[in-house]
């Protein structure tokens, strides 16, 4: 619960890294494995997208693509710069919007491009329409293709793809309610329950959905029927227009240039486990379609794993289906009802682990279908991707966030796959592609569902085959401190991805000084501000250096803050005594009154929930360098902004005066993408290279400087009591924060020498959401139940790192947890002290079971006595069955007898 910051020089602290020669060899890395993560570099081109859906190559300009509230936007490659170029009016519900966008094999003659999009007007239809993008907007639409469906809800689908023989591939979703079938086969034949039914879409021979479709575009707007298609033209109730059928919903998909194969993700059914009566627990599916075909749904899934019929007008289960003799009798199918034989997926996974393809790991279930890559599709070969890719498939989750790489054999059967990137973040991959240019373009949807998120972006995968130049790295045991300083210098951490030896070089005070070993011992001997840098070279010539600054003549202030109760949970009027004691080598002690009292700023401030926690330290600035301004020192914003006054660009005053925190995510946007125009026709430079969290901490600093926008604050007496009575009685979900501040009075000889320290202690609310724990094991998830997030996936031996607080007087703990329908819950909560195999305090046997409706109850766990602050546990154990869940936890709440 306790931080400390301590804000010393950084206002004079800086550190930089540069590659000093280019030399780049054209040699590629092994094709026996998967290429080194460090060769590939993964680039932000856009970001706080709102939901992005799918993307393409608009000809020679750029990279194309869509948010499903119907914008559509370019990445130029000329300019590197985004472009919305136009915005449809859409049907925006449920899962409709504008879904899918392919463009015209021949756009740079005919300026073609495709769009599924749910229009909007009263009828319940999809249109799959063809644009011309003339000046960069959409005009001359054909509607080339409608797809009826009810507008209620589920799995619209939408992507479309081209193949290399000009064909336009649909994937449509199975627009059926999955909810009301315990996540097993949803057949539901009871009148009135067409939504409830997936035989009427994707088992009917005569309806679109539920199925990849395969057209000829022609230049009038219509289309041809190409050969090959599971119905050839003019067969009686079957749609001509279907290639694959029995899809839940193929939300990604794509075509093998060189063998016209179709690759596809199908998203799975809900079901946790198998149940012998209804049939296998909800799979996933990567699927190949050599030719047109049947994959089972909602018959089967995966390797021909088959559901039972079901009655459910009096819920009883029926016989299995058979494979090769599937009957669609349902009355709402008005094709034919003798389909064709099931096919068997590719890959097939559910949520558990599964020991056919471990390699899936566990979690939600969501696969997608990327690119096969074949280099010679591509115009370039300078940094394309290496020789290993060659004829594999990119495939990847969306909700476990990884990227695959699948190795097929010469009859294109799975062989293996291999990890792309581990260590690098992908938050919800949504559709990815390689350009003419060989390199691999990815759009991410991010991690909130129907919303527009900050890691929301489109972001580009670079390669790099030849040497990759050290990274330097630079290290001191101290960086300030009265004079003489002997400071410990180290450059050990540096390294080099090609395993080159490395040399060291440090200029030290003027001086260039070579050491054999990365270490540097230096004492400083005259008080004052040094610049250390660090260069560090491989053995082919490249070298980048770092500079880390040394200020010498101050000692840093300490601050001490003590309290009457150590408990930093907080209740309504709870009531403490405090005491900020500061202690300065050079300045005295505020105990003695050598240190002035007056000098120590103390606050105490509640925060409510979601407020952003910068802002109870606005007040301290004086006193100390918020991040948000440390990080605008180390970046180069200082080039063209000052505080006060206009340099190329405004002033952070100027910017605070006219925006607000509601433009936040716009000032963030125009930071990292550039903008020109808006402070008259300078034009302020793109800086891709920082994370959006760091440009959100410096927005919060520049909006603080107007003193409208400043929170307000009362300051406290060196010593005295605090009282917590600004939260509302039952609504306690903010924080306290204490925060003391001092600035030291500097050495007198340097400028610019004062040290600051902050000191602050955060109190927390006793009911604790369990997805804000410390910690919580690898294998726990967490997702959205309405208006509440909880932490699932909760079976035995996993466990909750939940808070550091006093068990003095704990007598008992609520847990809040919510359950599915139809689902036995069995297992126990244990409460734990200081580890999880810590002092076992109290626990709760689980049983819970509601075949018709999700329920939500909390219970009571009494604690045994015991002292101290420490850790709390929250352990599940079940060893009679591993594999089954205990509960979705929701919140902790902390009972204290007064």
């Known amino acids: 619960m306790r931080i400390k910051q301590l804000y010393f020089f950084l206002l004079l602290s800086f550190m930089f890294c540069y590659s000093c020669s280019e030399n780049v060899e054209p040699t590629f890395a092994s094709t026996d494995g998967i290429p080194e993560e460090n060769r590939f570099t993964k680039r932000v081109l856009d970001f706080n997208l709102n939901e992005p859906m799918e993307l393409d190559e608009l000809g020679d300009r750029g990279i194309i693509y869509i948010e499903r509230q119907g914008i559509i936007k370019l990445y130029e490659y000329e300019t590197e710069q985004i472009k919305i170029l136009d915005t449809i009016a859409v049907q925006y519900k449920n899962e409709d919007g504008l879904l899918g966008l392919a463009v015209d094999p021949n756009f740079n003659d005919n300026q073609w491009i495709y769009l599924f999009y749910s229009p909007d007007i009263d009828e319940a239809i999809q ?133 016209n194969y179709v690759y596809w ?215 300030v401190g009265a004079a003489p300083l002997s400071v410990n210098f180290s450059g050990a951490n540096s390294y080099d991805h090609d395993k080159d030896n490395l040399q060291y070089a440090w200029i030290v005070e003027g001086k260039e000084v070579k050491t054999k070993t990365p270490d540097l011992l230096h004492v400083f001997e005259t008080p004052g501000i040094y610049d250390v840098e660090l260069k560090v070279s491989d053995a082919k010539g490249d070298m980048t250096s770092t500079n880390q600054k040394i200020l010498v003549g101050n000692e840093p202030p300490k601050i001490n803050i003590k309290l009457s109760d150590a408990n930093t949970i907080y209740w309504a009027n ?157 609504q306690a979900t903010g924080k306290y924060v204490l925060m003391a501040s001092y600035l030291d009075k500097g050495n007198p000889n340097v400028e610019e020498s004062n040290l600051s320290v902050i000191e602050k202690l955060v109190f927390v609310p006793p009911r604790i959401e369990l997805e804000d724990a410390i910690d919580m094991h690898k294998k726990l998830s967490t997702w959205e139940v309405g208006d509440k997030t909880v932490v699932g996936s909760i079976k035995h031996g996993r466990e909750i790192k939940v808070a550091t607080i006093s068990f003095d007087k704990l007598s008992s703990l609520s847990i809040g947890a919510t359950y599915n329908k139809d689902y036995l819950y069995h297992g126990t909560v244990e409460v734990r002290k200081g580890k999880k195999e810590g002092v076992l305090l109290g626990s709760k046997r689980i049983e819970h079971y509601d075949k018709d409706k999700r329920t939500a109850n909390s219970f009571e766990i009494r604690i045994e006595p015991t002292s101290g602050v420490d850790t709390l546990f929250l352990v599940f154990t079940n060893p009679q069955n591993e594999d089954q869940f205990t509960m979705n936890g929701d919140w902790v709440q902390l009972n204290y007898s007064k």
């Not at 086969?185 to 009148?191: Q, S």
């Open 265 to 479: 993700g199908d998203v799975g059914p809900d079901a946790g486990v198998t149940d012998s009566l209804r049939g296998p627990a909800g799979m996933g599916e990567f699927n190949q379609a050599k030719q047109a075909g049947f994959y089972g749904w909602p018959y089967s899934r995966g390797n021909n794993q088959m559901y039972h019929d079901y009655d459910f007008a009096n819920s009883k289960p029926g016989n299995s289906f058979d494979p090769n003799n599937i009957i669609n009798d349902s009355p709402n199918n008005t094709g034919i009802k003798q389909l064709p034989p099931i096919q068997a997926s590719m890959v097939w996974y559910s949520y558990a682990k599964t020991d056919d393809f471990p390699w899936v790991e566990e979690g939600g279930v969501n696969p997608m279908s990327g690119p096969i890559y074949h280099a010679e599709d591509y115009t370039t070969d300078e940094n394309s991707f290496p020789s290993y890719f060659e004829n594999k498939w990119f495939v990847y989750e969306w909700m476990r966030d990884w990227i695959y790489v699948v190795q097929l054999d010469d009859q294109q059967a799975y062989v293996k796959a291999e990890r792309f990137m581990p260590s690098t973040e992908f938050s919800h991959p949504m559709d990815m592609l390689f350009a003419k240019d060989g390199k691999l373009y990815i759009l991410e949807y991010g991690q909130k569902w129907n919303s527009r998120n900050l890691d929301a972006r489109l972001s580009i995968i670079d390669y790099n085959p030849g040497n990759r130049p050290p990274i330097a790295k630079l290290s001191a045991d101290k960086e």
């Open 574 to 730: 709870k009531k403490l005594d405090y005491n900020i004691i500061v202690d300065d080598l050079e300045d005295g002690n505020s105990g003695d009154k050598t240190i002035d009292p007056s000098k120590v700023k103390i606050t105490f401030n509640y925060i409510p929930e979601g407020e952003d926690m910068i802002l109870a330290s606005i007040g301290h600035q004086q006193n100390a360098i918020p991040k948000g301004l440390e990080l605008i020192k180390n970046a180069d914003c200082e080039a063209c902004h000052a505080e006060q006054k206009k340099v190329a660009g405004p002033s952070y005053q100027d910017i605070a005066t006219r925006y607000s925190i509601e433009d936040k995510q716009k000032i963030i946007h125009s930071i990292i993408k550039g903008s020109q125009g808006k402070w008259g026709e300078a034009m302020m430079s793109p800086h891709p290279q920082l994370e959006i969290e760091e440009v959100a901490e410096m927005v919060n600093y520049i909006l603080s400087l107007d003193p409208d926008k400043q929170v307000k604050e009362n300051l406290l007496p060196i010593s005295g009591s605090l009282t917590f009575d600004k939260h509302l009685e039952g």
């Open 127 to 259: 249109h799959v329409s063809r644009f011309t993008l003339n000046n960069d907007k959409l005009s001359d639409e054909k509607v080339i293709l409608k797809i009826p469906l009810i507008r209620k809800c589920c799995h619209s689908g939408g992507s479309l793809e081209f193949g290399k023989d000009g064909l336009l591939y649909i994937g449509v979703g199975d627009n059926t309610n999955p909810f009301e079938s315990s996540g097993y086969a949803p057949i539901d034949e009871r009148k009135d329950r067409q939504l409830y039914d997936a035989q009427k879409s994707a088992a009917n021979t005569n309806d679109l959905r539920g199925k990849i479709l395969r057209i000829k575009p022609k230049p009038d707007g219509t289309y041809d029927i190409p050969e090959g298609n599971l119905f050839p033209e003019g067969t009686k109730d079957c749609r001509p227009e279907i290639f694959v059928m029995g899809c839940r919903n193929p939300f990604r998909f794509s075509i093998d240039s060189r063998t």
